[in-house]
């Protein structure tokens, strides 16, 4: 945050944009232009630190609109690490004059040995790459939306690459986006690739074990934001509501608050220095962030009873979102695999 916007600012504009988005009346690209013109997305020098408590506390009035905020970081994360940045698009995306979307959920999976990249690349006369293949879900998908995603050269066995396309770009085929249980507002869907053409200068990086090793910490780290935002938000809202009818389901409030406020600890400990960070820590701690904020809703929704379960209700919009977390890349499957690995 900055001196002249407080986190009650950021709150209070978020808890009004999520009904609109959560209805279908908005999407998330107003958040993020509200974002962009305070320069709250990344400021200059700022870090995780940052990141993580703006995305936490946006993400205690509307899910969508801190995932949206994630994903628009991230791709300022991977276009400041390019080989050769591009400063003006940089900042761009950094002001949200551009929407940025991240489709590098396949490179984790291809570096834990579970799938590999999908999208293949062939190499162009210019020096550039060709590339051909499913974006199997990304968010963020609007119109001119800077795109960064990892592609495969050659057979399994081949190298890897982490390049920028728009969805603008020729040969780009954004599938209609379908209707989800929650966050919907935010330009999630497929994509294909057929004979998209890569200029050098928008190859990021042909390391992609290396690039990701330098991003993985703020990923991680910002999506665990996200989750421990909406597990405090629910958690709150649990113990305040554990009176009367209710009471009897005040320790299990304050057991899931317990657990949402360990979860903040960690991350804000982290989030310090994520350098320091060790990979199994950051598994860990976003395995946790996702089970407290789904069994937070899911004691929000005990506890408000019949009022909770109106469709309108923020109670019952929590309750959806939080049910996303689980299938959010990396998934709650694929963190379980890596962590049994790491011990």
């Known amino acids: ?36 013109a305070l320069d709250l997305v990344a400021p200059p020098g700022s ?37 050769h940045p591009d400063e003006a698009l940089t900042d761009r995306v950094r002001r949200v004059g551009v929407v940025g979307a991240t489709a590098m959920a396949p490179a984790l999976r291809d570096l834990a040995g579970l799938e590999p990249v999908p999208v293949v690349a062939v190499p162009a006369p210019d020096g550039g790459l060709v590339l051909d293949g499913p974006i199997r879900w990304a968010s963020n998908l609007f119109d001119g939306a800077v795109v960064v995603l990892p592609v495969r050269l050659g057979d399994d066995e081949g190298d890897r690459a982490v390049v920028r396309i728009t969805t603008d770009d020729p040969g780009v085929h954004r599938a209609p986006s379908p209707g989800l249980l929650a966050l919907n507002g935010t330009g999630s869907t497929s994509v294909h690739l057929d004979g998209v053409r890569v200029p050098p200068q928008a190859v990021l990086s042909r390391d992609l074990r290396g690039f990701v090793g330098r991003i993985r ?23 305040a509501g554990a009176t009367g009818v ?23 400990t982290l989030a310090a220095d994520p350098a320091a960070a060790r990979p199994a820590d950051l598994l860990r701690l976003r395995l946790d962030a996702a089970g407290v904020a789904t069994d937070a ?6 506890v408000r009873g019949g009022a909770g379960y109106v469709a309108g209700s923020d109670v019952a919009r929590r309750l959806r979102e ?22």
């Open 47 to 83: 870090g995780a630190a940052h990141a993580v408590t703006l995305v936490e506390r946006i993400a205690g009035e509307c899910l969508s609109s801190a995932f949206a905020t994630w994903a628009q970081r991230m791709t300022f994360e991977y276009l400041t690490r390019a080989g």
């Open 217 to 239: 910490p703020t990923f991680l780290l910002v999506q665990s934001a996200f989750c421990s935002g909406l597990a405090r938000r629910s958690a709150a809202e649990s113990l």
């Open 322 to 343: 939080g049910a996303f977390l689980p299938v959010q890349a990396p998934t709650e499957g694929h963190l379980r695999w890596e962590l049994s690995r790491s011990s």
């Open 297 to 302: 809703t899911r004691v929000e929704s005990a």
């Open 246 to 268: 209710a009471a009897p389901l005040g320790p299990d409030a304050r057991a899931v608050a317990a657990r949402a406020a360990d979860v903040h600890d960690r991350l804000h």
């Open 1 to 36: 945050m900055t001196a002249t916007t407080t986190a009650a600012d950021v709150a209070g504009f978020f808890a009004d944009a999520a009904g609109p988005v959560d209805r279908g009346e908005d999407d998330v690209r107003t958040g993020l232009r509200h974002l962009g």
